[in-house]
């Protein structure tokens, strides 16, 4: 019975059934997408609990994607994410709107 429960354990934590299949990264205009999906992966390489591997479809954590988009990207005004029953998880990105480009050495975008 013990052995049934941990391999029912290890399977629902590490089986290829609840992986993430695919991360896909929509309407990103002012947002470079590879790098955004490079730093997605990079999260869901990560474990929670110190066990369970964070690329598992239900513990992906959205509030921690969300957040760290947010931080990291000023460009984005806005995410949303869904995962769909495939296993994939669909990022939607809004980005700001800016009103002005500002140059000196760099340019950056300017809003309000």
Known sequence: MLIGLLFFLYWFSYGSLWKINNIEIVDAKHTDIEVLKTDIYNISQKKKFLIIPNNHI?????????????????????????KTKDRDVIITIKDRMPM?????????????
């Open 58 to 82: 239900l513990f992906l954590s959205k509030k921690k994607v969300i957040n760290h988009i947010l931080e990291t990207y000023p460009s984005v005004e806005n995410v949303e994410i869904k």
């Open 100 to 112: 002005g480009v500002w140059c000196d050495e760099n340019c950056f975008f300017f809003d309000d």
